[in-house]
């Protein structure tokens, strides 16, 4: 006897086989848009932090003091980058013995909210204040 078809087992079979194919590849594609959404809002809070630092860096000095406040300072960024906010940490170091020194820390942090979880990209500089 000659088949000329499929009988429906086989049918079901190759329907389930194919059905576990399909949603693995979804998945997987999934994953790859969510991490290139990710990767993608870190190169920009890499850019304005490095923006950031460079205004923080060209102004340096007696002027960082008179601009910003000692302690913590925070603002947004505006048009597309109005979900990244910036937050910049101003300190004047201190001695052993407590005494003011000409030196002060500076923590840049850029912080985004990116579906409920907080992400954020900081780093420290250290600026000398010279006197004018």
């Known amino acids: ?3 000329k078809g499929y ?11 194919l059905s576990v194919g399909l949603t693995l590849v979804m998945n997987a594609l999934g994953s790859e848009i969510h991490a290139l959404r990710i990767s993608k809002n870190y ?6 932090l490095e923006e950031k630092l460079a205004e923080i860096e060209k102004e340096g000095g007696i002027d960082l003091i008179n601009r910003w406040k000692e302690g913590e300072n ?10 990244f906010h910036w937050k910049i940490f101003i300190q004047r170091l201190q001695d052993k013995k407590g005494k003011s020194t000409n ?3 500076v923590t840049v942090t850029i912080w985004w909210d990116e579906l409920g979880i ?3 990209l900081f780093t420290t500089l250290y ?6």
Do not use: C, W
């Not at 429906?8 to 190759?14: D, F, G, P, Q, Y």
């Not at 190169?43 to 304005?48: D, G, K, P």
């Open 1 to 3: 006897m000659i088949r």
């Open 43 to 48: 190169t920009h809070a890499s850019i304005l």
């Open 127 to 132: 600026l000398p204040i010279i006197s004018q």
């Open 118 to 120: 907080k992400r954020e």
């Open 103 to 105: 030196l002060m820390e």
């Open 74 to 83: 925070t603002g947004d960024f505006k048009d597309e980058y109005a979900n």
């Open 7 to 17: 009988i429906l087992i086989e049918t079901l079979i190759s329907v389930v086989i």
